[in-house]
């Protein structure tokens, strides 16, 4: 489960709606362009154009077969994503009460208050006993998170997933992490189509063809494991079914640039550079952080280019989990405080872990 900062490409991040703070300087987003470069040439003479002969010439790229290939795929892939046809915007439905807890589970610090947690300023790394506790948690919200994925289908409400997880989690003698965070009324976040992410689960029913984010953390001795993954329901259209694969993609190539020592901000250019590939904008609000006893703390990890001057650290957990969409990447939050959706009513997809920097690479906790 992420949290949400405002970019201010002038002057770094700011606080959102939900009260965070941060400062770090962000870099002016770069320009990507399709297509060949091309060379214009004018003929002078004396340092003047000459009027009698214009010549222009044209100095064009020599393109392989397999570059033209890919050229062409490309520009097909673009044309399906364009002819997507949109659904019927998403409407909230009825929230039920909240699910109880067992007196005998242990309870997060937020338990029974309201108010949104600060972002601790601690970089959270493990000793041995630590990490194990910490891989036990992954380890349950990974198996939840596909016990939830097996129940998505058309007609099922999201309400009823949300109930699933949270029996699943309490039988495990777990505590949900969401349930109760800044006054989150569910165990687990669903956000479905345009739902970019903390949707609240409720009465509306799955259909045919959505997408949906499922967004799994729990609280096992002392630690939280986070992750999530968006499911296709049912016959899902080409264009929605790329996104969601591409997405996932970009998770698993910021995955793949850590290590002790390496700079957080190549996570956000290597995901920024897949993503442009097939023409789908990165969400800036909404980034991963570190985790473990604390549910959110430094290190910030924006999925977007960045100039952000951390660097990753041997024994430190984090979630990555991009968020990806077909259109605007500007979004809008519901009166409920949390639904988050995009602003032109694009689909969006997210994809997140909880990895483990190592001294070569990064190990991914949240897999069964």
Not at 14 to 27: A, P
Not at 74 to 86: A, I, M, N
Not at 303 to 316: A, D, I, T, Y
Not at 355 to 368: F, P, Q, S, V
Request: net charge neutral.
């Amino acid at each position: 489960m992420g949290f949400s900062v405002s970019v201010s490409h002038a002057h770094g991040l700011s606080s959102s709606s939900h009260g965070q703070n941060f400062s770090s300087s962000i870099s002016s987003k770069s320009s990507s362009f399709m297509g060949f470069p091309l060379t214009f040439s004018v003929s002078t003479l004396s340092g003047k154009q000459c009027c009698s002969q214009h010549k222009l010439v044209v100095y064009g790229k020599r393109v392989s077969g397999l570059e033209e290939a890919m050229r062409i795929r490309r520009e097909r892939e673009l044309q399906g994503t364009t002819k997507f046809r949109r659904r019927p915007p998403l409407r909230r439905g009825k929230v039920s009460p909240r699910l109880p807890v067992p007196d005998h589970i242990p309870k997060p610090p937020y338990f029974g208050s309201n108010i949104l947690p600060e972002i601790s300023s601690d970089y959270q790394i493990h000793d041995a006993e630590g990490l194990a506790k910490m891989r036990a948690a992954c380890e349950l919200a990974a198996r939840v998170l596909n016990h939830a994925g097996t129940l998505v289908r058309p007609s099922v409400t999201t309400d009823e997933i949300d109930k699933a997880v949270h029996e699943m989690i309490i039988e495990a003698g777990a505590y949900p992490s969401p349930l109760g965070y800044g006054g989150f009324p569910k165990s687990v976040c669903t956000s479905v189509n345009e739902c970019m992410c903390h949707g609240i689960p409720d009465s509306r029913q799955l259909q045919n063809g959505d997408i949906i984010n499922i967004d799994v953390t729990v609280y096992l001795n002392g630690y939280h494991g986070d992750t999530s993954k968006t499911f296709l329901c049912g016959d899902v259209a080409g264009p929605l079914e790329r996104l969601v694969k591409v997405t996932e993609e970009c998770m698993e190539k910021g995955i793949a640039v850590c290590k002790d020592g390496a700079s957080l901000k190549k996570i956000g250019k290597r995901i920024s550079e897949h993503a442009e590939k097939y023409g789908y904008g990165v969400v800036e609000r909404f980034v991963g952080h570190g985790v473990g006893t604390i549910f959110h703390s430094e290190p910030i990890i924006m999925h977007h280019r960045n100039e952000s001057p951390g660097v990753m650290l041997e024994g430190q957990t984090f979630t990555i989990e991009p968020i990806l969409t077909m259109g605007s990447i500007e979004c809008i939050t519901w009166p409920d405080n949390w639904t988050t959706v995009s602003a032109d009513g694009s689909p969006a997809a997210q994809f997140e872990h909880t990895i483990l920097i190592t001294r070569t690479g990064a190990e991914i906790l949240t897999k069964c």
